[in-house]
């Protein structure tokens, strides 16, 4: 039973737009939220987080946006630059676990 | 920021052996490391919580005799597969968690370990 979910495998979007990346969880006791950005046989990359008690957090060209009521969360990239390309993993801390519950990630595709 | 290594970053080994993963936090100390498995275009799966000086962990399904998992020090913990089985082949990942300071939820990962069991 997947608890964390990105429904969209890949997403394209053109330089200098925004890439919206959506993540889905269904564990209301998750009390933290991740966004990893990953390479090929790399390991993840930690872009930005937020608390369960927020529903907003930025950091610089990255947003994360919470929706508790509707459990998902979305990362907002703007503007998009072709170094985003990566595959982008959602993951959420609690539910009684102390590791990480990670989605199967967005493979994000930049354009020029 | 924290930097984890990984090593070996690539073994391939015979059905039957055993293999040492190494999982190293280089400029900190990790009181609690975490081992995660990667199959091909799926998300990462913890298999096991490793704290320092204590037993490990693991998630349900994750069998403990065939993945030994020991933390000896606060920057070294070490995930054996023993008897390893084509179905092992997998990429491995390894993550630290800092032991002081306030961002205590934040994992910093390890480059991986690609497992090719023959």
């Known amino acids: 039973d997947q608890q964390v979910k990105q429904n969209s495998p890949s997403l394209s979007v053109q330089e200098g737009r925004i890439s919206i990346l959506n993540c889905d969880y269904t564990?209301?006791?998750?009390?933290?939220f991740l966004w990893y950005k990953k390479y090929p046989a790399e390991g993840p990359t930690f872009l930005i987080s937020i608390s369960s008690i927020k529903d907003k957090n930025e950091d610089g060209r990255f947003t994360v946006f919470l929706n508790k009521s509707a459990k998902h969360l979305s990362l907002h990239i703007v503007p998009s630059q072709p170094g985003d390309s990566a595959v982008y993993f959602c993951a959420a801390r609690g539910g009684g676990a102390d590791g990480l519950t990670f989605g199967k990630g967005t493979h994000l595709i930049i354009q020029p | 920021g924290a930097v984890v290594s990984q090593h070996p970053s690539w073994v391939i080994c015979k059905s039957g052996t055993s293999v040492k993963i190494e999982c190293r936090s280089l400029?900190?100390?990790?009181?609690?490391m975490f081992w995660y498995r990667q199959f091909p275009k799926q998300s990462l799966m913890l298999m096991a919580t490793s704290n320092e000086g204590s037993k490990a962990t693991y998630e349900q399904g994750v069998e403990k005799d065939k993945f030994l998992i020991n933390h000896a020090s606060l920057t070294l913990s070490t995930l054996t597969v023993t008897s390893a089985h084509p179905e092992d082949s997998s990429f491995y990942i390894c993550?630290?968690?800092?032991?002081?300071?306030?961002?205590?939820?934040?994992?910093?990962f390890g480059p991986g370990t690609r497992l090719t069991v023959l």
């Open positions: 400029d900190f100390q990790a009181t609690t």
């Open positions: 564990n209301s006791m998750f009390d933290y």
């Open positions: 993550s630290a968690r800092v032991a002081t300071g306030s961002s205590y939820n934040e994992q910093f």
